[in-house]
């Protein structure tokens, strides 16, 4: 399997991973605090990005299975998320954050080579995150979510594992090329 398709199938991986890196690394206490807060900027920035794909309605260079406006084009969640992660991290931990950059240039470059969006919807994801994150990222450096970082921190990480049986693919195959009628 290409690292692509597991970028594809699988986008939340590297970023439990670092989670689980972090808590071990940082203690809980702040951990949970940034988690409670990701879940927000989740929310805001899946809210965010698929009112934009519903509201744009642009065709995918390729036939892709989603709900929700996910078989649109424009914006790339893959890219506003992962673009997004960047900017809110980097209100807590800027080293973090040079993680997270990789990662973002590494779903962008994925989500052009699988021709599963243009490169437009891909800027346009990667700009709307890093709004989306900056925001949460500011708001969240300045607040606590105090008795909800627990719960919201659960959300955090079930929230992309129950998604997948919703937004995903139902089928294994790659995406195929548009059939213009």
């Given at each position: 399997?290409?690292?692509?398709?597991?970028?594809?199938?699988?986008?939340?991986?590297?970023?439990?991973?670092?989670?689980?890196?972090?808590?071990?690394?940082?203690?809980?206490?702040?951990?949970?605090?940034?988690?409670?807060?990701?879940?927000?900027?989740?929310?805001?920035?899946?809210?965010?990005?698929?009112?934009?794909?519903?509201?744009?309605?642009?065709?995918?260079?390729?036939?892709?299975?989603?709900?929700?406006?996910?078989?649109?084009?424009?914006?790339?969640?893959?890219?506003?998320?992962?673009?997004?992660?960047?900017?809110?991290?980097?209100?807590?931990?800027?080293?973090?954050?040079?993680?997270?950059s990789v990662?973002?240039?590494?779903?962008?470059?994925?989500?052009?080579?699988?021709n599963v969006h243009?490169?437009?919807?891909?800027?346009?994801?990667?700009?709307?995150?890093?709004?989306?994150?900056?925001?949460?990222?500011?708001?969240?450096?300045?607040?606590?979510?105090?008795?909800?970082?627990?719960?919201?921190?659960?959300?955090?990480?079930?929230?992309?594992?129950?998604?997948?049986?919703?937004?995903?693919?139902?089928?294994?195959?790659?995406?195929?090329?548009?059939?213009?009628?």
């Open positions: 399997m290409r690292y692509d398709n597991i970028i594809d199938r699988y986008p939340e991986i590297p970023y439990f991973l670092l989670s689980a890196y972090h808590v071990w690394d940082k203690g809980l206490d702040i951990s949970l605090k940034i988690f409670s807060f990701g879940f927000v900027f989740m929310t805001v920035g899946l809210g965010t990005g698929f009112f934009l794909k519903n509201l744009f309605k642009t065709q995918r260079p390729v036939d892709y299975d989603c709900a929700g406006g996910g078989q649109y084009d424009i914006p790339s969640i893959h890219s506003l998320m992962s673009c997004g992660a960047v900017a809110y991290i980097v209100f807590f931990e800027p080293a973090y954050a040079l993680v997270l990662l973002c240039i590494v779903y962008m470059r994925s989500r052009v080579s699988m243009t490169r437009g919807a891909v800027l346009l994801g990667a700009a709307t995150g890093f709004v989306v994150g900056t925001a949460v990222g500011w708001v969240a450096s300045e607040n606590s979510l105090g008795p909800l970082e627990a719960p919201f921190t659960i959300m955090f990480f079930l929230i992309p594992l129950a998604a997948k049986n919703f937004l995903m693919p139902k089928s294994s195959s790659e995406p195929q090329l548009a059939v213009e009628d």
